[in-house]
């Protein structure tokens, strides 16, 4: 597994040591065994914190969706009607912060996506 932190990417294997870390806006990489398909989920993540322990990693994230559950057009609709609720809000409306972050996070989606 790839962590992504403020700092960067942080690689976690079994037996790691047990930590707690911050986690970054970005792209988190879950390599599966052979027995599972061996494949790699990728799964776009907005802060939060991940607590690793030498048998297993548990993420808490503000906002995370897997990189192939993305939809440009539902995305891109979604942050227009956010910037549309944040500019109709005065300068000093403490709403502005969740209209600031929900564009942020759909920035987020729609850069990966693109990448794609």
Known sequence: MVLVTPTGELGVWPGHS???????????????????????????????????????VIILADHARRSDDIEQDVVTDTRNKAEAALNALPADDNRRAYYANKIAWCDLLLQHAMQD
């Open 18 to 56: 047990p930590m707690i870390c911050a986690l970054g806006n970005g792209m988190v990489r879950l390599h599966r065994l052979p027995e599972n398909g061996g494949d790699t989920v990728e799964v776009i993540v907005s802060g939060g914190y991940a607590e690793i322990t030498p048998d297993q």
